[in-house]
């Protein structure tokens, strides 16, 4: 046996080494082969699964949640067309708005969104690679959206601008006019939305299928609370002398109580470099300038005309009565121009003396002419008219008869003007001192009404005029 171990072992040694070779190629081969076959096998089966389903969704597709898988074209256009707008959740300074991706321009295209549907798992390495095992895979897709509507998507950018965006906060003072004890608050940094870039986004983070986003922000810087302070002893210097005011009729205090409601930080520029600096509020200087022309404004008064208490001659009725102008019966009031303050030039003045920390200020005023002059009147001195009714005492509308008169007396009426008593006296009112009294009304009946009286003093007015 040992003899038959060493023969074969000596022919195992005298193989040919070609034939050990072309043995190893067919099995290469046939491995191959097989390989090949498998992978045919692999991709004819894929293709034979999608074959079944032409014409519909594979199965395993769904577009933003809802399944489109074995319907056809047409019914996934109305199933896409269904689905409600994706909405994203947008955080920025310190704020979060809800946006729907209509109000950023973005329009579903359902035809476009319907065949990338069925186009998915259909074509390209993806879909010879998974072969059968397409109806068993999960495709969640994003629909396919229509040209952005860039005005839209400009307009609700603006809008979440203009609600996020803070100008910084310079700080602020508050200051007690009894005590003028001066206190601050921080200062605080700014926010501005960077409009572009959060367009970009946006867009982005719907077509993506993300629903929140954070707004894009830029910060602007605030002045540091130590300048905050520096200005707060600024105002607390300035507020140890009051306020004189240089102006016609005399000189006027501005007190340190009353200045202080008015100091305020105002910034120096609108860069980030600005700086603050003592200043005041424009409207509350403005208040402070009216209560100091309220004692130094003089209106103009008009020039007039005095006639005689009791006329030469009294006509109560027309009759054959003549009437012939009265020389010299009337005497000339002389005007007076008036005086304003021009309180633009005041203000401004006010907060220039506050900032430079001067305390005499210089309000300049106007001369206000009177509208009707000395001269326009100089020769009105005839009687040229007169006409008389009598009334009782003490009727209601003896007093309103009296206001009235007390209203028009003194008034001037030039060359072609007109004579209106209702433009002179307005509406008549208990507030302007009229009471009720018997007026004619429909049906020639007397009824009470406010200023009742107006129909006689017209009348005797009426008659004053005509006999002129």
């Not at 629903?211 to 707060?232: G, K, L, N, T």
């Not at 206001?403 to 208990?430: C, W, Y």
Request: hydrophobic content about 35%; charged content about 25%; some cysteine.
């Amino acid at each position: 046996m040992r003899a038959e171990r060493e023969r074969r072992r000596g022919e195992g040694r005298s193989r040919p080494p070609g034939r050990l070779n072309r043995l190893r190629d067919s099995k290469r081969a046939l491995a191959l082969v097989a390989a090949a076959a498998l992978v045919l096998i692999w991709v004819l089966s894929g293709f034979m699964v999608r074959a079944f389903s032409s014409g519909d969704v594979l199965a395993g597709t769904s577009m933003t949640g809802v399944d489109l898988g074995g319907q056809s074209r047409e019914r996934a256009k109305d199933s896409i067309a269904e689905i409600p707008p994706r909405t994203a959740e947008l955080s920025g300074a310190g704020k979060t708005v809800t946006v729907r991706a209509p109000q950023a321009g973005l329009v579903v295209d359902v035809d476009e969104s319907a065949e990338h549907a069925y186009s998915a798992g259909r074509s390209g390495i993806g879909a010879i690679l998974v072969g059968p095992l397409t109806p068993f895979l999960n495709r969640e897709l994003e629909p396919t959206y229509a040209p952005t509507n860039s005005k839209r998507l400009k307009r609700t950018v603006n809008r979440l601008a203009d609600e996020l965006d803070r100008a910084p906060f310079v700080g602020a003072l508050s200051i007690d006019p009894d005590t003028l004890e001066v206190t601050t608050e921080r200062p605080e940094a700014g926010v501005r939305v960077r409009r572009a870039a959060t367009k970009r986004q946006l867009l982005d983070t719907f077509k993506a299928g993300r629903d929140s986003m954070a707004i894009p922000v830029r910060s602007q810087p605030a002045p540091e609370p130590a300048e905050v302070r520096a200005v707060a002893r600024d105002a607390e210097r300035y507020l140890r002398k009051p306020l004189v005011v240089r102006t016609a009729g005399g000189p006027a205090e501005l007190s340190p109580g009353q200045l202080a409601g008015a100091l305020v930080i105002e910034s120096t520029g609108d860069g980030p470099r600005a700086g603050i600096r003592l200043g005041a509020d424009a409207d509350k200087v403005r208040s402070l300038v009216g209560e100091i022309a309220d004692g130094r404004d003089r209106p103009a008064r008009d020039a007039g005309i005095d006639a005689p208490p009791l006329p030469p001659v009294t006509l109560s009725e027309q009759g054959d009565l003549t009437w012939k102008p009265k020389p010299d019966a009337a005497t000339v009031k002389k005007d007076s121009a008036g005086r304003q303050i021009q309180a633009d030039e005041a203000v401004q003045n006010t907060i220039r003396a506050i900032r430079n920390g001067r305390h005499q200020v210089r309000y300049p005023t106007e001369r206000i002419k009177p509208n009707v002059t000395t001269a326009a009147v100089r020769n009105a001195t005839s009687l040229l008219g007169t006409f008389t009714t009598n009334y009782s005492c003490c009727e209601p509308r003896v007093t309103n008869i009296q206001r009235m008169a007390k209203t028009v007396d003194g008034t001037v009426i030039g060359p072609g003007q007109q004579f209106s008593l209702n433009g002179i006296t307005g509406e008549r009112t208990k507030a302007d001192g009229y009471k009720p009294a018997p007026t004619i009304g429909e049906g020639n009946k007397l009824v009470d009404s406010v200023g009742g009286g107006v129909s006689q003093f017209s009348t005797t007015t009426y008659n004053a005029a005509y006999f002129a």
